[in-house]
């Protein structure tokens, strides 16, 4: 086994596409220090500018000495600490949802939840680029699982018109993770009535960022806006992402939370996260709440990228939100990009296939409030001179 192991890495590396880790020596910030050298960072998911701010660090020490480091045990046996309780109602409160439940990361939310929301004789509508953890939930899940085109909203009708299967769940990202558009979710939602259908959406990058103080895609659509909202809507987002820490939540009505409790394996058979990081994620989304400030000059830097990158052969894609894709084609034309950029000092990652379809390598650009007008007039500056230097 090990020998086709190394020959499968060896083929990984002559196609350009064998990954390489980073070694990071500073906090997660637009600054950092990678493999020993200093960078100006467009990597990170941390939208906000809040996976090292002052107040996160010190509610994080103090929890830490109100509640200890671990959760000991399953949330189901004593696991389930009063500031993971006190979390869930807020994020239920705040996202205008019946109840919430926490999860260890959003990988674990999705298998779980996918994993006890479907079974056999259920289906799952899937968007083609919906992220790899979607996808593996609903193979986990044992349901029939159904592509559709990206956002291709009659693509969806034509399946769920003949589908037979006794409970449907159309499950999507709200942003997609590597192209930054979002997701046609009022007309899902309506398709959810026409067809007694679930919607679960995955919200991974729209909270903090979309929507009134940052509540996220539904509410940016207006759809938990007011009552009576949908019992169909149920919403996952990770708590690692724009709200700065780590962990996740499924939000929806309280008879599926409830049920999630009860059969979700990734939440009964897994120790939830540390008391002290629900805590700190207490003060994280009162700061996304208060946030207007950070989201303001975060769109005021996406609009200034948008106007002032003008290429030739390169093009970004349509996004309005923090992840803004620079679609170079090839897998080593895009790594090669990516390198240049980082003699310069610059970091923006290659993101090649499988996670993006063969021939749109990318490099992905995110965007954080952290970051100053300063810190996008030199990345703009830097992917021009990359453009003339490497002959595209
Ligand atoms: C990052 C991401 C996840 C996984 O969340 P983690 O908390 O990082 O495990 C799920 N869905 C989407 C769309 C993501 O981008």
């Known amino acids: 086994m090990l020998k086709s192991l190394q020959k499968e890495l060896e083929q990984r590396q002559a196609d350009g596409l064998l990954r390489q880790r980073r070694l990071l020596d500073s906090p997660q910030a637009e600054h950092i220090v990678a493999n020993n050298k200093p960078y100006l960072s467009f990597c990170s998911n941390d939208y906000l500018g809040l996976a090292n701010h002052p107040s996160l660090i010190a509610a994080m020490q103090q929890a830490a000495g109100n509640a200890g480091v671990g959760s000991g045990a399953s949330g189901l046996v004593t696991g389930h600490h009063r500031y993971h309780d006190d979390l869930e109602k807020q994020l239920a409160r705040f996202v205008n949802l019946p109840a919430a439940l926490l999860f260890s990361t959003g990988y674990m939310a999705n298998i779980g939840t996918l994993g006890a929301l479907a079974g056999r004789g259920d289906a799952i509508f899937a968007d083609k680029l919906n992220h790899a953890c979607l996808n593996d939930g609903s193979y986990y899940s044992l349901a029939e699982f159904n592509r559709f085109a990206h956002n291709d909203v009659a693509a969806l009708e034509r399946l769920l018109k003949v589908s037979t299967a006794k409970h449907k769940l159309i499950a999507v990202d709200a942003v997609f993770s590597m192209d930054g558009d979002l997701a046609p979710i009022p007309d899902y939602l309506a398709l959810c009535e026409k067809y007694d259908a679930y919607l679960y959406v995955d919200d991974a990058h729209g909270f903090g960022v979309l929507g009134e103080q940052g509540k996220g895609s539904l509410n940016y659509f207006h759809l938990t806006k007011n009552m009576p909202k949908s019992p169909r809507i149920i919403m996952m987002a990770t708590l690692g992402k724009a709200a700065g820490v780590a962990g996740s939540f499924v939000a929806g009505e309280q008879v599926v939370i409830d049920y999630l409790i009860q059969k979700a394996k990734s939440y009964v058979y897994s120790t939830p996260a540390p008391p002290a990081l629900s805590a700190t994620l207490a003060a994280s989304v009162k700061l996304i709440e208060q946030g207007d400030d950070l989201r303001a000059n975060l769109n005021s830097l996406i609009a200034y990228l948008k106007d002032n ?3 030739k052969k390169w093009q970004l894609m349509a ?13 080593k034309e895009a790594l090669a990009l990516s390198e240049y950029l980082q003699t310069l000092g610059i970091l923006v990652p290659a993101i090649r296939p499988p996670t993006v379809p063969v021939g749109t390598a990318r490099l992905r650009i995110s965007l954080s409030a ?6 996008v007039k030199k990345l703009v500056a830097a992917i021009h001179q990359a453009e003339s230097e490497l002959g595209a």
């Open 370 to 375: 952290a970051h100053t007008l300063e810190d």
């Open 309 to 311: 990158l003008k290429l």
């Open 319 to 331: 996004s309005d939100t923090p992840i803004q894709p620079l679609v170079v084609g090839g897998n």
